[in-house]
Nanobody, 116 residues
Framework: VQLVESGGGSVQPGGSLRLSCAASGFTFSRYAMSWFRQAPGKERELVAHITSGGGIRNYAEFVKGRFTISRDNAKNTVNLQMNSLKPEDTAVYYC??????????WGQGTQVTVSS
């Protein structure tokens, strides 16, 4: 199983970024996927979650209305569109897969920095 995030970077407050997570090594379309983030000195926290078919999406309160999670099961990718970014969104963002009978898998993370 491999999860590889991309798309992070530095942006000014109010800006946008689109993160992608490329998955391989398992049947992607069968599993829900999540995005988490971890800021320095803080615990990792859930940002957004999407079911296997993409029909149900859940968001943390602090990103509702600003972030959108989506997936492309044909391309084995899960994306996070982040708009109206704030300095407090600065963190390393990770995608996560929970694969039944195999375990929990994380990507290596991608840094997002929001600063003027």
């Amino acid at each position: 199983v491999q999860l590889v995030e991309s798309g992070g970077g530095s942006v000014q407050p109010g800006g946008s970024l689109r993160l992608s997570c490329a998955a391989s090594g398992f049947t992607f379309s069968r599993y829900a996927m999540s995005w988490f983030r971890q800021a320095p000195g803080k615990e990792r926290e859930l940002v957004a979650h999407i079911t296997s078919g993409g029909g149900i999406r859940n968001y943390a309160e602090f990103v509702k209305g600003r972030f959108t999670i989506s997936r492309d099961n044909a391309k084995n990718t899960v994306n996070l569109q982040m708009n109206s970014l704030k300095p407090e969104d600065t963190a390393v963002y990770y995608c996560k897969a929970v694969i039944t009978s195999y375990g929990v898998y994380w990507g290596q993370g991608t840094q997002v920095t929001v600063s003027s």
